[in-house]
C-alpha cells in the first residue's frame, strides 16, 4: 500500500461522523492514511456507511448511528467498547467535535492525530487546519499532504451500475436535478421551470432522498407539458451507492450546496452548483476544472450562515430568488454539456 505501509496487527481507524458531505470530502485523507498505513478503519454515520464498505482505502466501516439506534450513553459505550478491542495504533480526527475527540481518546491508541482547537487537549498530536482552500484539501493537512495529493472518490459495484443503468435505460444521456437539502434556505426554487426548459433538448434526471420525492414529481409535473423528453423522479428509489452511481452516469448535474454536489465530484460527474446563503470560500464547492459555481454577487447579507439557514433570515431570500434560471442555462451551455443536443 504504499510508503511504509504498517501490517494489520497496528490498525488505524479514522473518525468522521458528520454530514454527508464532509464524508465524502474525508475520501482523500482515506486515501492517504491508507498509503502510509495499510487500509483504514472508520467510524462514520450510518447513512454514509455504505459508501464507504467498497472504498479501496477502507478495510472495515464501524456505523454509528448517533441520533438513532445508537443514541446515548448506552450507544456510546457499546461502540467504545468495540474500538478498545481492536487495539488501534492511531486515530485520524477530521472532525472537530467532543464526542469525535472523546472516542479517539477512548480507543487508548498511542498515536491521536487532529486539529488544533478545544479538543486539543485530548488529541497526542495536532496539525493546523488551512483556513482557506478547498475541504477535501484542507483535511489532508491531518496527514501532512498538500493539497490535490489525493481527489475525492467513490467506488460502486456492478449491482450498483446495475440499478443505475435500469432507471434510465431508455435514455442516451441525461442531466441530474439535485432539488433538495437538509437546509431550507440552501434550496433554489426554479427547479421546475429549469426542467422544463431542459427537458426540450435532453433527458431530466431528479435525484434526491425520499424526503425529495415530491419535490421531485412537481419538478416532472412542470416540465411534462412543455419537454419533448422524459423527466425521471428517482428520488428515493435508489441506495446511496446507486445513487451515486447514477450521477456517474449524468452529463452534469445541477446542485445546490449539498451532499448531491460532492457525490458527483467523487464520481467525476460535471457540475453547475448554485450558493446561495452559503459561498464557495467556505470550501464546499465544485472542485474540478471546468465545474461552475454560481452565486448572486454585491448582496450585503451573504453569507448569512455557515451552513445556511432553514429560512432567509430577512424573509427575502434574494439569494437565490434572484438567481435566474437563465442564468443557469447559460452556465450549463458553457460547461458543453448540452452541446450534442443543440
Not at 459505550?77 to 472537530?96: D, F, M, N, S
Not at 431570500?317 to 458553457?334: G, P, Q, W
Request: overall charge positive; some cysteine.
Amino acid at each position: 500500500m504504499g510508503r511504509g505501509a504498517a501490517s494489520l496487527s497496528s490498525p488505524t481507524l479514522v473518525i468522521q461522523t458528520a454530514f454527508l458531505g464532509d464524508v465524502v470530502l474525508t475520501t482523500p485523507l482515506l486515501s492517504a492514511v491508507a498509503a502510509r498505513h495499510g487500509p483504514t478503519d472508520v467510524v462514520t454515520t450510518a447513512l454514509a456507511a455504505p459508501l464507504l464498505e467498497t472504498h479501496p482505502a477502507v478495510r472495515q466501516v464501524i456505523p454509528y448511528d448517533k441520533r438513532g439506534g445508537d443514541r446515548g450513553w448506552a450507544g456510546f459505550q457499546k461502540l467504545t467498547g468495540r474500538l478498545r478491542a481492536e487495539r488501534y495504533a492511531r486515530v485520524y480526527l477530521p472532525h472537530r467535535s467532543l464526542r469525535s475527540a472523546a472516542l479517539g481518546w477512548i480507543t487508548r491508541a498511542p498515536t491521536r492525530v487532529g486539529f488544533s482547537g478545544r479538543w486539543s487537549f485530548l488529541y497526542t498530536d495536532t496539525r493546523r487546519k488551512p483556513r482557506t482552500g478547498h475541504e477535501s484539501d484542507r483535511l489532508l493537512a491531518l496527514a501532512d499532504e498538500p493539497p490535490g495529493a489525493y481527489r475525492p472518490h467513490l467506488r460502486t459495484t456492478a449491482q450498483d451500475e446495475d440499478a443505475a443503468a435500469a432507471l434510465v435505460a431508455n435514455e442516451s444521456g441525461f442531466v441530474a436535478l439535485a432539488p433538495g437539502s437538509i437546509w431550507g434556505s440552501k434550496r433554489w426554487p426554479y427547479y421546475p421551470e429549469l426542467a422544463a426548459r431542459l427537458a426540450a433538448r435532453v433527458a431530466v434526471v431528479v435525484v434526491g432522498s425520499k424526503e425529495d420525492a415530491r419535490l421531485g414529481d412537481e419538478i416532472r409535473a412542470a416540465a411534462g407539458s412543455n419537454g419533448r423528453q422524459r423527466v425521471v423522479n428517482a428520488c428515493g428509489r435508489l441506495t446511496l451507492r446507486e445513487s451515486a452511481a447514477l450521477l456517474g452516469r449524468a452529463e452534469l448535474l445541477v446542485a445546490n450546496d449539498s451532499a448531491p454536489l460532492h457525490l458527483a465530484t467523487a464520481m467525476g460527474t460535471p457540475i453547475v452548483a448554485l450558493f446561495g446563503p452559503t459561498v464557495t470560500e467556505f470550501g464546499f464547492g465544485p472542485l474540478r476544472g471546468g465545474d461552475l459555481a454560481l452565486g448572486m454577487q454585491g448582496l450585503l447579507c451573504r453569507p448569512c450562515s455557515p451552513h445556511g439557514p432553514l429560512q432567509c433570515p430577512l424573509g427575502h431570500h434574494r439569494c437565490m430568488r434572484d438567481l435566474s434560471v437563465e442564468a443557469v442555462i447559460t452556465a450549463i451551455e458553457e460547461t458543453g454539456a448540452l452541446r450534442r443536443r443543440s
